[in-house]
């Protein structure tokens, strides 16, 4: 079994900044892309960024320049660096990874973390 576990949200003031975390556990062998997608109530969920295994990254416009997203292979883990943080920014954010379990032959699977608040307003 695969979990995925962001953290790191919270409540900041316009302008501040955040790092989300997000460890993968369990059966894994291999994991492909991770990325972050948030949600804010009443709208779709949205991509924020993705990154690949070889650190390929891409952004959605608008947190591209303000926020980095990386990744720790060793740990499992991806981050995403948010700077210059704007109401707007307010959400939900989900991590997302594409993961193979178990050996080399098995199959791809696309797992979603709970998601972790994180709140911009003065």
């Known amino acids: 079994q695969v979990q995925l576990v962001e953290s790191g949200g919270g409540l900041v003031q316009p302008g501040g900044s955040l790092r989300l975390s997000c460890a993968a556990s369990g059966s894994i062998f291999s994991i492909n892309v991770m990325g972050w997608y948030r949600q804010a109530p009443g709208e779709q969920r949205k991509l924020v960024a993705s990154i690949t295994s070889g650190g390929s990254t891409n952004y959605a416009d608008s947190p591209k320049g303000r926020f980095t997203i990386s990744r720790d292979n060793a740990k499992n883990t991806v981050y995403l660096q948010m700077n210059s943080l704007k109401p707007e920014d307010t959400a939900v954010y989900y991590c997302?990874?594409?993961?193979?379990?178990?050996?080399?032959?098995?199959?791809?699977?696309?797992?979603w973390g709970q998601g972790t608040q994180v709140t911009v307003s003065s």
């Open positions: 997302n990874a594409i993961i193979k379990s178990f050996s080399p032959s098995g199959p791809w699977y696309d797992y």
